[in-house]
């Protein structure tokens, strides 16, 4: 299982940090994020050798990482925009070839709510 934790209110120009925690050894994690009304959408990829991928919207602004030893990424998020309002869900694959399609991942958290007002 993934659990999601660290979402919140925050004024437009905040920062947010995420945390997601894996009940057991994973390959590849991810974050997605859904705003209301729309489809789920790629934000950031890391492998365990820490290559990582981005979204061309959050580069720049977001950082993902990960702690191999605790089976935890982590999504740090500056400069917040309210267009980046969503629910954002930690993802997890087995195998270690990132990729931003959403089928392509084999577990998914509930996701957690990130609100930026303006």
């Known amino acids: 299982q993934l659990l999601e934790s660290g979402g919140g209110l925050v004024q437009a120009g905040g920062s947010l940090r995420l945390s997601c925690a894996a009940s057991g050894w994973t390959n590849a994690m991810a974050w997605f994020r859904q705003a209301p009304g729309k489809e789920r959408e790629f934000v950031a990829a890391?492998?365990?050798?820490?290559?990582?991928n981005y979204a061309d919207f959050v580069k720049g602004r977001f950082t993902i990482s990960r702690d191999n030893a605790k089976n935890t990424a982590y999504l740090q998020m500056n400069n917040l925009k309210p267009e980046d309002t969503a629910v954002y869900y930690c993802?997890?694959?087995?195998?270690?070839?990132?990729?931003?399609?959403?089928?392509?991942?084999?577990?998914w958290g509930q996701g957690t709510q990130v609100t930026v007002s303006s």
């Open positions: 993802a997890a694959r087995i195998l270690s070839t990132i990729y931003s399609s959403r089928g392509a991942w084999d577990y």
């Open positions: 890391i492998t365990r050798g820490d290559d990582t």
